[in-house]
């Protein structure tokens, strides 16, 4: 991977469809997600949502043809613990299926921890299915340790 | 546990420095917290930044005398996933030493699930130090399912 030619930019609405397919295109994603053209308005009013709130950042990885390579959305929360401190957090982490195997993913998560620390926050966290072993051992490859549960609570 | 005379509210900058003492006055908390009056500036920093941010609820329970009773931080994030939804999320959660064992976690619990869903959550979510297994089956009596690894990269 030409590094050099790699661009990290702020999402847009014109990449909106592009990164819905990405989360789609997943084991997890296509059993919530619902990727069609045009797509369902609720994809709209969250990019919205996401695109006015300065402490999200919705990211993108781009070549210089243009192909979105990868995607991840970076929200910075302020807390009181840690004598007042941001965190980090990571979510929506996808890598294009035609780009996979090729250090993407270490790419956006070494981009990620840099803007992290920009930002002024002390750490990066994320939470990972327990069915994604994988996963879990990347990010331990990346500095990352399973201190702690990632408990979920569904409503719906 | 009197319910009728509890009262659910945000915390205010009066509320500041007996929330920082609860915070520090945990096993974990107190080796990262600095409890002293005058409160260090930071604190207020990050006070005003949750304050001020309208998707972080930074909330106590008080009952008739003005007692905090405890707190916690309720964030709710937009994200594309799951169709375009809302997460919330808990953390710094605290019930002060003179109110335990009296159902007050619980209680705040069933409230800041009832909030996520007026808010249009679709999941309440954690992560809680794998340290605390007390935390974890308390968390999972409340319908948590301990899903998901909780991973954390610190930098500092």
Known sequence: MDEKKLEFRKATIKDLSKIVEMIADDALGKTREIF???????????????????????????NEEGDILGTFQLTFIPYLTYQGSTRAQIEAVRVH????????????????I???????????????????????????????????????????
Not at 51 to 56: A, I, L
Not at 97 to 112: E, S, T
Not at 125 to 134: A, F, G, I, S, V
């Open 114 to 156: 840099e803007r992290s620390k920009e930002r002024g926050a002390h750490l990066l966290q994320l939470t990972t299915d327990k069915q994604r072993p994988e996963a879990i051992k990347f990010y331990e490859s990346l500095g990352f340790k399973a201190s702690h549960e990632g408990m979920k609570f569904h409503f719906i």
């Open 97 to 112: 299926k035609d780009h996979r195997g090729k250090g993407v993913g270490k790419n956006m998560f070494l981009w990620a």
């Open 36 to 62: 069609q053209i045009p797509l369902p308005e609720d994809y709209l009013t969250a990019f919205d949502r996401i695109d006015s709130d300065v402490n999200q950042e919705l990211m993108i990885l781009e």
